[in-house]
């Protein structure tokens, strides 16, 4: 049977495009066909439009307008919630990178959304859905007695030493129509008054970076069940180190530690799960070296004999997600995540946001002063 090629569109020619999503698009000419491409940089987008001999524009809306695409995936800087509107207005199938959106508000009513997929991409790691495999078997999420998510992350520019990516450079006059929706949409979140300091840390550490480590609590064991404690330090630093934990679903308990440092040598991410017979360990290195292996060590006991298994695989986790892109596009077979789960991984952001603000003594307001710093 012959494959559906799927026509995609990218809106957004960042280091993870360059790095990840346009080689992997290459590579997977058997069901993608890049047909257009976006950035608010124009001289950047028609650099890669020449390169992959496809049409280059400046404005994304304009892009969707031209026609000639089947789907969007969504890689701009900020919150992803109006152009994924935009796209699913036109019919389009859409993979969005986090985040999706910075409020509940902002992604209400979305047209269309059973065509929305959200690109969660450790979720597709091979090492990752094999422990859920083994969990399943273990006897499921209830038999966790605690989950632990560790992350050590340098920045971003370290990390991509190796690749020398092509930097984009916007006018700010570009960009300042988006950052006041931005701020627009936080605020609908946090309320006005919310200081700048909280506002970062939400959107650009908890809806950034730290909702890929909710996403994988989530697919493991259910979202978490309550937020009981937040802490963030030190305070002159910025992005700081997040410290978080509370209840899982079931009997078990969560702790996840974040910490962005300056001079780290390499990225490092730990989820190890921790159960009655034995643990699991999932480890993970930094995500912008495509098919590097994933790692998960079983220990159980046989008798007298601890014994540990070790499983790794260097398939491609965002290779593998957009295997499943396509699958859903062309089978409508459903994805790990879409809005629903978004939606989940947002509500518990702000829970953790007032948590911290109740600690901290800041005023934060909006949606997450709606619901509970506590429970579900």
Not at 21 to 29: A, E, H, Q, S, T
Not at 125 to 139: F, I
Not at 282 to 290: A, E, G, K, M
Not at 343 to 363: F, H, S
Request: glycine fraction near 8%; charge should be negative.
């Amino acid at each position: 049977m012959l494959v559906e090629t799927v026509r995609i569109g990218v809106a957004g020619l960042g280091a993870i495009a360059q790095v990840a999503y346009l080689p992997l698009l290459d590579r997977r000419r058997d069901l993608f066909r890049l047909a257009a491409v976006c950035d608010l940089d124009r001289e950047h987008a028609e650099w890669f439009g020449h390169r992959f001999g496809v049409p280059a524009y400046d404005d994304p809306e304009r892009m969707l307008d031209a026609g000639g695409c089947d789907a969007l995936l969504v890689l701009t800087s900020g919150s992803h919630g109006a152009l994924v509107r935009a796209a699913l207005e036109r019919g389009l199938w859409v993979l969005s990178e986090v985040p999706l959106g910075y409020s509940r508000a902002e992604l209400s009513d979305l047209p269309d959304a059973a065509r929305l997929m959200v690109g969660y991409m450790k979720q597709y790691d091979p090492a990752a859905q094999r422990l859920l495999e083994c969990l399943h078997e273990a006897g499921g999420p209830e038999v966790i007695r605690h989950l632990c998510v560790t992350v050590l992350r340098p920045p971003g520019r370290t990390q991509l030493l190796f690749a020398k990516p092509r930097g984009s450079h916007p006018s700010p006059a570009r960009l300042s129509r988006y950052a006041d929706a931005d701020e627009r949409s936080i605020s609908a979140a946090l309320g006005e008054e919310a200081p700048k300091p909280v506002r970062r840390l939400y959107a650009e550490v908890l809806l950034e970076g730290v909702c890929l480590e909710l996403s994988l609590i989530r697919m493991f064991t259910g979202a978490p069940a309550s937020v009981d404690h937040v802490a963030v330090w030190p305070a002159e630093t910025y992005p700081p180190s997040v410290e978080a934990s509370g209840a899982l679903p079931g009997a078990g308990r969560y702790g996840l530690h974040w910490h962005f440092l300056t001079g780290y040598p390499a990225y490092h991410q730990t989820v190890a799960l921790h159960h009655e017979h034995g643990s699991f360990e999932l480890s993970f290195r930094c995500p912008y070296l495509l098919n590097t292996p994933s790692r998960l060590l079983i220990r159980s006991r046989i008798g007298t004999t601890e014994r540990t298994l070790v499983f790794e695989d260097v398939a491609e986790a965002f290779e593998r997600q957009l295997v499943a892109f396509h699958r859903f596009v062309t089978q409508d077979e459903r994805p790990v995540s879409g809005l629903a789960e978004a939606l989940t991984d947002i509500a518990v952001a702000q829970r953790m946001i007032r948590r911290y603000a109740e600690a901290a003594g800041e005023p934060v307001g909006g949606e997450c002063a709606a619901l509970p710093a506590g429970g579900g």
